[in-house]
């Protein structure tokens, strides 16, 4: 069975992330979304354990002692980590395994997995970012203040992602964002295993002549 691909998707908040994701599973069987664990508080509508895991600082910090994440990262002020045990089994079982991470959790797994694919999600225009910030209506003015900041910065390592989607259609999107991921697993480098056995096979097949 082929093993799945790890891939990063991040994106400036605001930018539809989460509204994409949501659309990609319930379209697509080949993906597993990893869950993340993070020290904010849950924003109405939210559920434990779905979005992401709500925990406090002091379970947030023994997670980390216990190496329990791939990597994780302070974003405005709270944690958020990704959990390793959930990631090296869905790849396990084939599945192309998305972390919807900000850029210096990408820079991390970067390190870590070299073959990993990278998007980055964005909105049309600053304008279109800063109006679906404020109508999604789940932050206060000044985290919304900290999130646009924080996009200015983010925006400086747009060039570090392999891709870049705009978020203009959701569904258009969708279809662009598995459309490249079926591209990237057909990339030479992420199938060296298959390209080592037919060469081995080739080899054979021609000395056997
Ligand atoms: P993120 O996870 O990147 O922070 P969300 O998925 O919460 O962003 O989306 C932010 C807001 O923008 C939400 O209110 C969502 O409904 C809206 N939104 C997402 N995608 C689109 C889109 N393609 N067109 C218009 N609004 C969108
Ligand atoms: P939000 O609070 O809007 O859900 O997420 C804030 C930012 O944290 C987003 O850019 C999101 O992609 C990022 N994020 C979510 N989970 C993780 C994680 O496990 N690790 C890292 N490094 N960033 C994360």
Redesign the pocket.
């Known amino acids: 069975m082929e093993k799945g691909i790890l891939i990063v998707l991040s ?10 994701m949501k659309e990609l599973m319930k379209t697509y069987d080949n993906y597993a979304l990893s869950v993340s664990m993070t020290t904010r508080s849950p924003r109405e509508g939210e559920e434990d354990g779905r979005e992401y895991f709500f925990r406090d600082r002091k379970v947030f910090e023994e997670k980390i002692a216990q190496n329990g994440f791939i990597e994780y990262a302070e974003y405005c002020g709270n944690y958020y980590g990704t959990p390793r045990d959930y990631v090296e089994a869905k790849l396990e079982e084939g599945k192309d395994v998305i972390l ?1 991470i900000e850029i210096q959790g990408m820079r991390k797994v970067k390190a870590m997995f070299p073959k990993m694919l990278s998007l980055f ?1 964005t ?1 049309p225009s600053a304008r279109e970012l800063e109006k ?2 404020r ?2 209506g789940t932050e206060t003015e000044e985290v919304i203040k900290k999130r646009l900041s924080r996009a200015t910065e983010e925006a400086e390592g747009v060039e570090d992602y392999e891709y870049i989607v705009i ?4 569904k258009t ?1 969708v279809e662009e964002i598995h459309g490249i991921v079926k591209a990237a697993k057909r990339a030479t480098l992420r199938n060296e295993g298959f390209i080592k056995q037919i060469k081995e096979e080739l080899n054979v097949l021609s000395e056997g002549e």
């Open positions: 994106g400036f908040s605001g930018a539809g992330k989460g509204t994409l919807e999600v909105p679906r910030l109508g999604r978020n203009d259609d959701l999107c």
